[in-house]
């Protein structure tokens, strides 16, 4: 029987406005396409074996052609997979999502769209801008700005836009937007028109500019807005002084780590959210693919080099193989390998690609990997370890004493990376500050002003030779969120 392939919205990229729908499916499916634009985290309720697939645009790679998207699709659900197609925004609004329907019905697989709330009105809210304004605008008019180099030209109508009676929302309009400004401005649109840019709308990284329609290229340009942005121009963008409130959060802009685990560090995490900061959890959940780095491409052209290839996840195991394709290879790169995974579910995947595990450890923990690695022969041999770049470094350390040549190639980043460029780092405990540097190892934040909550946290932070920037007041939550942002402020 055939599968079903769910066209799903994931939002503009606050995770909090994923519906409950693109939750549901995300959690049942069998495969996951996603795209680049989806939330941080959007897969974090994956089913642990779900297959998930990146397809989006990589700067410097060619993109995924749309067909083959298409072409994929249908044979995921021809084998009777359930499979979400995981777009950032809503599916239908700027998404191809109608030509991926199409091919589907045309290949008779069912599908169903699960709508997303699209950047122009989820960015333009968190801005403070309504899109539609009883004194201001009846209408709103999305359209495309063309920053889509691969996207044939088609010539908007300038006259008519120039002339639409009410909100111009233009998606991917940054790298056009001088011409696209002029052409308006040209077209009898007034030059004097309130307009905005929206960076990294409903993100923690959001940032507004504004200006007027003859003014706006040149402040986008000056202020550095890069994609995603979105450009509004219509009198509703000067509302912004009354609405936005977003931006004016105390925190908004400051990255704050906190150590997870704990029912008080969630309500932490939480309160900081509300505050408007950008919340790094340690140790963290979240799985971000990124095959697309110097280091993985690096290793992708050595592999026939390497004797041992140890693997610690099935995530792992796909994402080797997606950065092996990519790099024009395939399994008969490794075939001189000794194969090593670190449990069953990660053997499973590799058995899929058609690679029997030699070395599968009874327990499924670093420790026990490198026990069940004791008969193999490592020295001087080239050793790739594939797998998440926070993870600990009990297994490469192990072999490297034993003479090898370890390469780790990390498949997926986590929050370990994010971290690197807090602002604060807040300890709630004496037992966060061991957890947290042993999550980090040697990539504590050079940078972030260390937050305690008392005397005796701080004490094991300065015998852990960390500097204590701020020591709360009152030794709780409350006493802790006050010290920082009077810190902040
Ligand atoms: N399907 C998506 C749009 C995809 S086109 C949706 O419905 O939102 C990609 C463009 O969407 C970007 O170039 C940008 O203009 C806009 N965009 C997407 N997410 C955005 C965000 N968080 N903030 C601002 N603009 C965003």
Redesign the pocket.
């Known amino acids: 029987m055939n599968g079903r392939v769910y066209l799903v919205?994931a939002g503009?990229?606050d995770p909090g406005l994923m519906s409950v729908r693109s939750l549901e499916l995300i959690a049942i499916a069998d495969a996951i396409f996603y795209d680049r634009?989806i939330p941080p985290g959007a897969l974090a309720g994956a089913r642990p074996d779900a297959e998930l697939v990146y397809v989006g645009k990589q700067p410097g790679v060619p993109s995924v052609p749309q067909e083959e998207i298409g072409q994929r699709l249908v044979e995921a659900g021809r084998e009777g997979k359930s499979v979400v197609r995981l777009?950032?925004?809503?599916?239908f609004?700027?998404?191809r999502g109608g030509e991926e329907g199409e091919a589907l019905r045309e290949a008779g697989v069912e599908f169903e769209v699960v709508p997303?709330i699209?950047?122009?009105v989820?960015?333009t809210a968190y801005a403070g801008i309504p899109v539609t304004h009883r004194d201001d605008a009846s209408a709103v008019a999305f359209v495309t700005g063309h920053?889509d180099p691969e996207k044939p030209e088609s010539a908007l109508d300038w006259e008519a836009l120039a002339r639409f009676p009410g909100t111009l929302v233009f998606?991917?309009?940054v790298k056009r937007l001088a011409e696209n400004a002029a052409a308006l401005i040209e077209a009898g649109r007034d030059p004097e028109e309130p307009a905005a840019a929206?960076?990294?709308?409903?993100?923690a990284g959001q940032r507004t500019v504004e200006a007027t329609l003859g003014t706006i290229a040149e402040a986008v340009d000056r202020e550095q807005v890069k994609?995603?942005?979105?450009i509004v121009v219509g009198q509703v963008a000067r509302r912004r002084e009354q609405l936005g409130w977003l931006e004016r959060r105390p925190l908004h802009g400051r990255r704050v780590v906190v150590t997870r685990a704990r029912a008080q560090a969630s309500g932490l995490a939480r309160t900081l959210r509300e505050l408007g900061a950008d919340v790094v959890e340690l140790p963290a959940i979240r799985i971000e693919p990124r095959t697309d780095s110097q280091e993985v491409r690096d290793a992708m052209t050595r592999l026939g080099d390497y004797s041992l290839l140890c693997l610690t996840s099935p995530n792992g195991v796909r994402l080797l193989f997606e950065a092996m394709q990519e790099a024009g290879q395939d399994a008969r790169a490794l075939a001189g390998a000794t194969v090593a995974a670190i449990g069953p579910g990660t053997a499973r995947a590799l058995a899929e690609r058609g690679i029997v595990a030699d070395v599968i450890p009874e327990r499924f923990v670093a420790e026990a990997l490198v026990e069940a690695l004791a008969e193999v022969e490592v020295e001087g041999k080239q050793v790739l370890v594939a797998r998440a770049a926070e993870a600990r470094d009990v297994l490469p350390d192990a072999l490297r004493e034993r003479g090898a040549k370890v390469d780790v190639v990390p498949l997926y980043e986590s929050e370990v990376d994010r971290a690197q460029e807090a602002d604060y780092v807040t300890f709630t405990s004496s037992s966060t500050v061991t957890n947290l540097l042993e999550a980090l190892g040697d990539r504590f934040p050079k940078n972030a002003r260390i937050v305690s909550i008392g005397p005796v946290t701080s004490e094991t932070a300065r015998a852990a030779g960390l500097e204590v920037a701020v020591e709360a007041g009152e030794h709780d939550i409350n006493g802790l969120l006050d010290a920082l942002l009077a810190d902040a402020s």
Do not use: N
Request: aromatic content about 6%; hydrophobic content about 40%; glycine content about 28%.
């Open positions: 919205g503009p990229g634009l777009k950032g925004g809503d599916p609004v700027f998404g997303g699209t950047a122009g989820a960015a920053e998606y991917m309009g929206i960076e990294r709308g409903t993100m994609a995603p942005a979105l």
